[in-house]
């Protein structure tokens, strides 16, 4: 079974710093993906990459910015965080032949 | 560009009864169509999905749901709810030229009532 791990399941941090979220899978997978999810609005995606080094924007990238320097680990890097990032952050990993998605457990972020 | 659109974002059932949660979609490319479900404080774990075979999905769980192109609908279904079926529950679609991108609808949390 695929497993994808999110570093943190709570996380509280404060208005201006910088934070980092850490997603790691353990399928050699190429593509893996950051999403926010809010009440109502379902999953939006943040961005996303398909190799070691590359990363695409998604529908709500502002604010946020990524890295992937190895195959295996995707981090979500909120530069300056605000209040209206509080949020909970699902990272998902999918293979080169398609879906479906595997997701992780998510991580409940809520800036003070 | 696509989209999808799950009709009631709270459903209620008895325990025992149907359960149908509704899903449209738009694409102006052949999909595929997902169903994922979240139970509390955990990632989406799929349900069942559809990629241009049978019309008529199986899933995990008992559950199912039937493509209708003439009606863009993926409706998921399950003869009888269990209260372990209590989640939310996500319809989303992606494009069949490039399956990397997932578009997700709104959600339906499902209550199942004894």
């Known amino acids: 079974d695929v497993k994808v791990t999110q570093s943190s399941r709570y996380l509280v941090k404060r208005t201006g710093e910088k934070v980092f979220l850490e997603c790691v899978q353990d399928m050699d997978h190429e593509n893996m993906f950051w999403y926010r999810q809010d009440p109502g609005l379902g999953l939006r995606l943040i961005y996303f990459s398909y190799d070691v080094k590359m990363k695409e924007k998604g529908d709500i990238p502002e604010g946020y910015s990524v890295s992937r320097e190895k195959k295996e680990r995707f981090s979500l890097i909120l530069e300056s965080a605000s209040t209206n990032q509080t949020s909970m952050y699902l990272c998902a990993s999918l293979d080169r032949w398609g879906q479906p998605q595997h997701f992780g457990d998510g991580t409940r972020l809520s800036i003070l | 560009a696509q989209s999808v659109t799950q009709l009631g974002s709270h459903v209620s059932v008895s325990e025992g009864a149907l359960v149908l949660l509704r899903c449209n979609y738009s694409s102006s490319v052949p999909p595929y169509l997902f169903w994922y479900v979240q139970y509390p404080n955990q990632g989406l774990q799929l349900l069942l999905k559809y990629t241009s075979a049978a019309t008529l999905v199986k899933g995990i769980n008992g559950f199912e749901a039937e493509f209708k192109k003439s009606e863009t609908s993926f409706h998921l279904t399950k003869p009888s709810a269990h209260m372990s079926d209590a989640a939310e529950y996500f319809c989303?679609?992606?494009?069949?030229?490039?399956?990397?991108?997932?578009?997700f609808g709104s959600g339906t949390q499902l209550t199942v009532l004894p």
């Open positions: 989303a679609v992606s494009d069949q030229s490039s399956a990397r991108q997932l578009t």
